[in-house]
C-alpha cells in the first residue's frame, strides 16, 4: 500500500485519464505485450505495485514516446523506471543487468571493463588533456571510449575539433559514467553517487562547457543533474555552429545516398533535429533522403533504458528501420549514438541485408570530407 501511495504522488497517476494514447503510441507494446495504460490504473485501483513479467518490465526503451504524446504531460515510462528500481532493491533481476550496475560501481562503466583501459580509444592521436584553461571538455562516454566500433566516432570527432581549431581536451581515465543506463535501469541511488561523484570532478576541473558524443550523455548533464554548473551539448549541435559559422571547412566529398535514423534521446527527449541534419547536408556530394518514420515519429532501435544490457524476446525494432533505410534508396544510414549505431549495425546482419546498406555515425561522414 505504501509503496503505491508513493506511485501515485510521485508519477501523478491520478492525472491520468487513461486515454491509452501512451500504450497506443508505444513502440514495443505490441511486440513485448507491454500495456503501461493498465498498469498505471491497476496500482490506482489495487492500491499495490504489481510487477509485470521480467520481458515486459524490461521492454520499455525510455524513448519517451509516451510522454511526448501524453495530453496530461505524465512520463508513463518512469512508472517502469520505479518498478525496475524495486527489483533492483530486490535483487530479482538478470545477471547481465546486475554485472553491467556492479561494474559501473567497481569501474565507472557497464561494460564491465578496466578504468585504466578508459582512454586506450586515443592511441596513436594528439588527445590533449583537459586543464582549468581548457575551452571544452570533450566528454566521450563509456561506450565510445570502450566498444572498438564506437571508438571510431570519437576518433572521428579528434580529427572533427582538431580541424575546426577547437580548443578541447579529455578527462582521459578520469573519466566516469553519466549514470544514463544506471537511471533507466531503476538503480537511482547508484545514479545519484554518480551525480554527486561526477559533478565534484567536474567542479574540480574547471568545466563549463561540454560536447558529448552520446546524445544519452547529454540528456543526463542537461536534464538530470539539475544544476550543475557547467553547458552540456552534443557534437551534432557544435558541429551545426561551427558550419555557421564558417569554421569547419568540408572540401572533401562523400558521393552517397544518405538517410538519418534520429536517435530517441536526441530528438524526442531534447528536440534535437535540425541540427544532425544541417551537418549532413552541409557535405559535399551527399544525397539526403528521409526515412517514413522520422524526427518526432522516429522508430527508436531498443537501445536505451537498460536495453543494450537486457534482450527482450521478438524482432527488433533496428531491424525495420534498416529495412526502412534500404526502401527510400539509401546507401548508408547516419546516427549520431553510440547504442544506435551498435544495434543498427546488428540489424543489418540479422535482417540479411548485409551489403546491402552501410551504417555510419555523422561524425565518421563529416572527418571523411575533411
Not at 554485472?99 to 578504468?115: I, T, Y
Not at 590533449?128 to 563509456?142: H, K, N
Not at 569554421?247 to 535540425?274: I, M, S, W
Amino acid at each position: 500500500m505504501e509503496a503505491a501511495q508513493g506511485f501515485i504522488e510521485e508519477y501523478k497517476l491520478l492525472e491520468c485519464i487513461q486515454c491509452g494514447v501512451c500504450t497506443g503510441s508505444c513502440p514495443v507494446s505490441a511486440k513485448a505485450g507491454l500495456n503501461i495504460r493498465q498498469l498505471m490504473r491497476e496500482i490506482k485501483l489495487n492500491g499495490r505495485v504489481e510487477i509485470p513479467p521480467e520481458e515486459v518490465l524490461w521492454s520499455c526503451t525510455t524513448c519517451s514516446t509516451c510522454e511526448t504524446r501524453c495530453p496530461k504531460e505524465l512520463s508513463p515510462y518512469e512508472v517502469l523506471v520505479g518498478m525496475r528500481g524495486i527489483t533492483v532493491e530486490e535483487g530479482k533481476v538478470s545477471a547481465t543487468v546486475r554485472d553491467a550496475l556492479e561494474s559501473v560501481f567497481k569501474h565507472g562503466n557497464p561494460w564491465d571493463r578496466a578504468r585504466a583501459k578508459r582512454s586506450e580509444w586515443a592511441e596513436g592521436l594528439d588527445v590533449p588533456a583537459f586543464t582549468e584553461d581548457t575551452e571544452l571538455l570533450f566528454y566521450v562516454g563509456c561506450t565510445s571510449a570502450y566498444d572498438p566500433r564506437c571508438q571510431e566516432t570519437a576518433r572521428a570527432l579528434v580529427s572533427i575539433f582538431s580541424a575546426a581549431g577547437i580548443d578541447f581536451g579529455t578527462l582521459g581515465n578520469e573519466e566516469s559514467c553519466c549514470g544514463d543506463s544506471v537511471y533507466g535501469m531503476g538503480e537511482k541511488g547508484l545514479f545519484e553517487m554518480l551525480v554527486e561523484d561526477n559533478t565534484e570532478l567536474f567542479e574540480g576541473r574547471g568545466v563549463k562547457r561540454m560536447v558529448t558524443a552520446s546524445p544519452h550523455c547529454f540528456n543526463a548533464f542537461k536534464n538530470r543533474y539539475g544544476d550543475p554548473g557547467f553547458e552540456a551539448q552534443h557534437y551534432t549541435q557544435l558541429l551545426a555552429t561551427l558550419i555557421d559559422e564558417g569554421k569547419l571547412a568540408l572540401t572533401g566529398r562523400f558521393e552517397k545516398t544518405v538517410t538519418y535514423h534520429d536517435p530517441c534521446f536526441l530528438g524526442r527527449q531534447n528536440d534535437v533535429y535540425d541540427e544532425p541534419r544541417k551537418v549532413l547536408e552541409a557535405v559535399p556530394g551527399l544525397s539526403f533522403v528521409e526515412l517514413d518514420r522520422s524526427r518526432e515519429r522516429s522508430l527508436c532501435c531498443e537501445g536505451g533504458g537498460g536495453r543494450m544490457w537486457m534482450e527482450v524476446p521478438g524482432e527488433r525494432l533496428a531491424e525495420k528501420r534498416i529495412r526502412g533505410a534500404v526502401e527510400v534508396g539509401a546507401e548508408v544510414i547516419a546516427t549520431a549514438c553510440p547504442f544506435c549505431l551498435s544495434t543498427l549495425e546488428d540489424a543489418v546482419l540479422t535482417a540479411g541485408l548485409e551489403g546491402s546498406i552501410e551504417v555510419m555515425d555523422i561524425a565518421e561522414i563529416v572527418a571523411k570530407a575533411l
